[in-house]
């Protein structure tokens, strides 16, 4: 997927191009996620969707639950559900900048002379 070392770095339309595959595909984990969220509070706490909405997005966006958990279920879900919020945020902002530090790294690693 990324050049090598010795290889001349991508031209500026690839990589941006390379920019936007990753960025679609976190817009696609950060979907999935929220439908799960949605899914788990629907079930557990047996919210309507957009009240489930509102609750999986605040913690997906790092501002915790509207509702408060009321079933034990419902606890255990939003618990978990937070920790993998947290570790979503630094999956997704690794994915993204995954092609900017390669392209930097790799600019600055590149010999010209061959």
Do not use: Q
């Not at 679609?24 to 309507?48: N, P």
């Not at 909405?53 to 939003?78: E, H, I, S, W």
């Not at 978990?80 to 979503?88: F, I, N, V």
């Amino acid at each position: 997927m990324y050049e090598r070392r010795g290889a001349e770095p991508i031209s500026t339309r690839a990589f941006a191009l390379r920019v936007l595959h990753h960025f679609i595909f976190t817009l696609g984990l950060l979907a999935a996620s929220l439908t799960a969220g949605m899914a788990g509070y629907m079930h557990y706490e047996r919210l309507v969707w957009r009240d489930a909405f509102l609750n999986a997005a605040m913690l997906l966006g790092g501002m915790g639950p509207v509702d408060r958990p009321v079933t034990d279920g419902g606890k255990v879900f939003a618990g978990a559900y937070a920790l993998y919020a947290g570790l979503l945020f630094l999956f997704v902002l690794a994915i993204i900048l995954a092609p900017v530090v390669h392209r930097i790294l790799h600019r600055f690693h590149w010999d010209e002379s061959g």
